[in-house]
């Protein structure tokens, strides 16, 4: 179900704070657990799950390839059926919504699922985005994409009745590795990845203990083998607090004078907290405290003060893979950090949910923030004090959930008014940003 239309204005400053939140629950996490849980055997159960739009899309595709999922208080229960006994009806037509996690694991999973012939589509961004890394990662198992060379939605998948494993070198992109895991998960063989650059590992987190069927071997370059066609053992997994949705309120209390926030039970998986790193060795004050492990996840607390950085940013290319969803975050509190900022390796941020890097340079521009994109990187010419007279954020019919979210705090610390529009696809992965701003004191108008 689409969230209906809407947009939000703002016009005056956030004032200082003192609190203590909850953000929303992790989206990675909680897509995965459906699915994974979808394919193990017996009944397994997810708590606190993000009752978002992409996570929604997720229950209802499953639900269309017989996957029974029911709520209980704040409990989803997920009736597995096993590895390769997804079933799909011949031109069922499968609509992954805003989710490029969702389209490209789950299309990992049927790939490599027998009599599988279905159509697959996204939302109007979604639809736009390149699918061709993934296409010819499925290729190699077996799986089809019609019409042939056509690399975005909407495309015709069928899958192969002999997957086969294949021997795979992982880049940057979690989701591509992931896709591949879940493929491999019903292959004849052994299904051998080699990471040659480090991602996200929460599917691994999650599969971990299924030894029989996912083996680990840590390293320079790690070693994930897939050994295809054993079962998986039911999980059950409690989800924390997610570090991309904490990132805006940090960004928010650092750039608002006197002001400490504490945002508690969040995820500090390793591969996630690159935005954190970064910040912290730029003279951000951020602190995490109450680190514990469980479900194989990193989870804790953070601290934060208000301050300016001592130093502008500068963000080597091998911070990409654990800063990826940041981004657009990190161009704000750069454009309001004296000094040139310069992040490299940033080109895939091209293929996201828009072209942040085109978008943000527009929004930097209204706020009167010079920014130049060249070979790969990105460079930002921050200001102490940037005047509110007179400008406007504007931001059109993007629906880019990050570019929504880093604009409305822009918004808030600079005094500069904003208007918003399709606002809600920040429900894709924060359901609950405007209420929890609300709660810090910020005051905004929603029109339809």
Do not use: W
């Not at 069922?92 to 694991?105: M, V």
């Not at 290729?139 to 899958?159: D, H, Q, R, V, Y």
């Not at 996200?200 to 370059?221: C, P, Y």
């Not at 608002?256 to 945002?263: A, D, E, P, Q, R």
């Amino acid at each position: 179900m689409q969230a209906k239309s809407f947009s939000l204005n703002i016009n005056h400053k956030i004032k200082p704070f003192i609190k203590s939140i909850k953000v929303d629950s992790d989206k990675s996490l909680s897509i995965r657990s459906f699915l994974i849980g979808s394919i193990c055997e017996d009944i397994s159960v997810a708590k606190n799950i993000l009752e978002s739009e992409d996570v929604f899309s997720t229950i209802s595709c499953l639900k269309k390839l017989g996957v029974q999922i029911k709520k209980k208080s704040k409990s989803y229960f997920i009736y597995g059926k096993g590895i390769g006994s997804l079933f799909a009806k011949k031109n069922l037509n499968l609509n992954f919504g805003n989710s490029g996690t969702l389209a490209r694991l789950l299309i990992g999973i049927l790939s490599t699922t027998p009599d599988i012939e279905i159509k697959v589509q996204g939302d109007r961004s979604l639809n736009k985005r390149s699918m061709k890394k993934l296409i010819e990662s499925m290729s190699e198992f077996g799986a089809e994409f019609l019409p042939k060379n056509k690399f975005n939605f909407p495309l015709k998948l069928i899958s192969t009745e002999m997957p086969i494993s294949i021997k795979y070198k992982a880049g940057v992109s979690a989701q591509l590795k992931s896709a591949v895991i879940l493929a491999g998960l019903n292959s004849f063989g052994t299904t051998e990845i080699i990471e040659e650059k480090k991602s996200r590992d929460h599917t691994e987190n999650i599969l971990i203990k299924n030894s029989q069927a996912v083996k680990i071997k840590k390293g320079k370059k790690k070693l994930i083998r897939i050994y295809g066609k054993k079962y998986l053992n039911r999980i059950s997994i409690d989800i924390p607090g997610d570090p991309s949705s904490a990132a805006f309120f940090v960004a928010l209390t650092l750039l608002n004078k006197s002001s400490s926030l504490k945002i508690k039970n969040v995820g500090l998986n390793p591969t996630r907290i690159g935005f954190y790193e970064l910040l912290k060795k730029h003279g951000a004050n951020i602190k995490f405290s109450n680190k514990r492990k469980k479900n194989n996840e990193i989870i804790g607390d953070i601290n934060i003060k208000s301050g300016k950085l001592k130093k502008p940013i500068i963000a080597p290319k091998n911070f990409y893979e654990k800063t990826t969803d940041e981004f657009p975050i990190l161009f704000c509190i750069a454009a309001l950090t004296k000094g040139v900022s310069i992040f490299k390796g940033i080109g895939d941020l091209a293929n996201k949910e828009s072209n942040r890097i085109k978008e943000m340079k527009k929004v930097l521009k209204q706020i009167g923030v010079k920014s130049i994109y060249n070979k790969n990187e990105m460079k930002i010419y921050g200001r102490d004090f940037v005047e509110n007279k007179n400008k406007k954020i504007k931001i059109s019919n993007l629906g880019d959930h990050r570019i929504c979210m880093s604009s409305a705090v822009l918004s808030l610390v600079t005094g500069i008014g904003a208007k918003i529009n399709n606002f809600e696809t920040v429900k894709t992965s924060s359901p609950n940003f405007l209420k929890i701003m609300k709660s810090l004191g910020a005051n905004f108008e929603i029109t339809k």
